[in-house]
């Protein structure tokens, strides 16, 4: 049998969640609160995770985040109430890879379970690297050849999810969320303060890379080259 994670925290509805997953062959671990599935993941290999959004101890895009800035890649269907655009807009920003709005068939949930767990997981590197910059979140550096300098908390959650986009450009709204989770109150500048202080890092390191900024879109890294 296939083992997923489930974090729901409506006891009734996790039951019948659990009992139709089995019913379909795939096994359900079921926790309530976001540390607890921390602390599951770091235990087991699960093949999936589903996750509620509205749990005791926050939204459960913050645990996702938290995945995601760690390079864990597996694949997750957030299973919630908030069904409105940008909600939806928002879980696939944290990295999401399917949002499920409640209510719902069993049938379709499983059926996308499914899906989630034939896709190929991708490992991500424990030190990303992006153009000439190598990122080591352990030691909080980033290297550029025989330069390196330190990163600060966002400035490194930043700078990750930067990196491992390879030059795809990504939301303001995903660069706070990785900085600072969807908990933490972010004043409007603060993302601009944070990709300011990156950019003169790299210039100090003589990087080839440049922070873009893609109007109405977004930020890229990219080689100073691609960037002109």
């Known amino acids: 049998m296939s ?3 489930l974090v729901e925290d409506h006891e009734r509805l996790a039951q019948l969640v659990c009992a139709g997953l089995a019913t379909a062959g795939i096994a359900a671990d079921l926790v309530e609160r976001i540390d607890a599935a921390w602390s599951a993941l ?13 749990l005791p101890d926050g939204d459960g895009l913050v645990l996702l985040q938290r995945l995601r800035g760690a390079g864990s890649s597996i694949p ?8 409105a655009l940008n909600d939806r807009i928002e879980g696939l920003d944290a990295g999401a890879d399917d949002y499920l709005p409640k209510p719902f068939a069993m049938e ?12 190929p997981v991708q490992s991500e590197p424990l030190n990303p690297r992006h153009g000439d910059l190598m990122l080591v979140p352990a030691d909080g550096m980033l290297n550029c050849g025989e330069e390196n300098v330190s990163l600060g908390a966002s400035e490194m959650q930043i700078m990750l999810l930067l990196a491992r986009r390879r030059g795809e450009t990504v939301r303001r709204s995903a660069l706070e969320n990785a900085a600072w989770g969807l908990s933490e109150a972010v004043t409007p500048n603060a993302v601009d303060v944070v990709l300011h ?13 440049k922070i873009v900024n893609v109007r109405t879109f977004g930020y890229a890294l990219r080689e100073k080259s691609e960037a002109q």
């Open 3 to 5: 083992r997923i994670l």
């Open 42 to 54: 770091q235990q087991v290999s699960y093949g999936a995770l589903i996750l509620d959004r509205g």
């Open 76 to 83: 997750c269907l957030v299973l919630t109430a908030r069904d």
């Open 108 to 119: 379709e949930l499983v059926a996308r379970v499914r899906a989630l767990l034939r896709r």
């Open 197 to 209: 202080r990156l950019r003169r890092k790299l210039l100090a390191i003589g990087s080839n890379m």
